[in-house]
């Protein structure tokens, strides 16, 4: 998205969403369909249609069932990838990166709150936006890419970097 804006001298919506529609919603698909007919032929009496939750982006997809609980990442990108252009068109290059790391913060204090909430309740840490946290690091790492490149240590500051927030 920022070597397209950098390239074009703008985002450019169209382009970007049509990859990514391609990039998760047909392997999405390609998923799910085939596993609704193996459970709709050999479970005849079990409720497949929990499996198509995550194509409809539900945001507690990670607790759905059990045949697409790993999704949740996939969903949980798409619904990044939905607001995070959105946010980079309207804000001025220079409050950009200010802007992610306060996202990140946010992010991971919302996730702690999630953590609270699901322990207290008993249960999983289901909905989506607990888990935002590494996709708003990685933006934030890809916005800081052209400083980090102005250091004479960059070779081992991506390293360290990673190694940091994992």
Same mark, same amino acid.
């Given at each position: ?7 074009? $001298? ?5 382009? #970007?969403?049509?990859? %990514? ?11 799910? @369909? ?8 050999? #479970? =005849?009496?079990?409720? /497949?249609?929990?499996? &198509?939750? =995550? ?12 045949? @697409? ?11 990044? /990838?939905?607001? /995070? ?18 996202? $990140?913060?946010? !992010? ?9 909430? !699901?322990?207290? %309740?008993?249960?999983?840490? $289901?909905?989506?936006?607990? #888990? #935002? ?20 240590? /960059?070779? &081992?500051?991506?390293? @360290? ?6």
């Amino acid at each position: 998205l920022l070597r397209d804006e950098e390239r074009d $001298g703008a985002i450019q919506f169209r382009r #970007f969403y049509s990859r %990514q529609a391609i990039r998760y919603f047909l392997p999405l698909i390609g998923y799910l @369909v085939p596993l609704a007919f193996f459970i709709a032929i050999h #479970f =005849p009496g079990a409720d /497949w249609r929990p499996v &198509f939750r =995550p194509l409809l982006l539900d945001p507690s997809t990670y607790c759905v069932a059990e045949s @697409v609980s790993h999704l949740y990442s996939l969903v949980l990108q798409i619904y990044f /990838w939905l607001a /995070w252009p959105l946010i980079l068109k309207l804000l001025p290059r220079m409050q950009r990166l200010p802007i992610a790391i306060s996202l $990140g913060l946010l !992010a991971l204090t919302w996730n702690a709150y999630g953590q609270i909430v !699901a322990n207290r %309740q008993g249960t999983c840490l $289901g909905r989506i936006d607990y #888990f #935002f946290a590494p996709l708003v690091f990685g933006s934030y790492f890809a916005l800081a890419e052209t400083e980090l490149k102005k250091l004479a240590c /960059w070779r &081992f500051a991506l390293p @360290v970097a990673i190694a940091v927030v994992t």
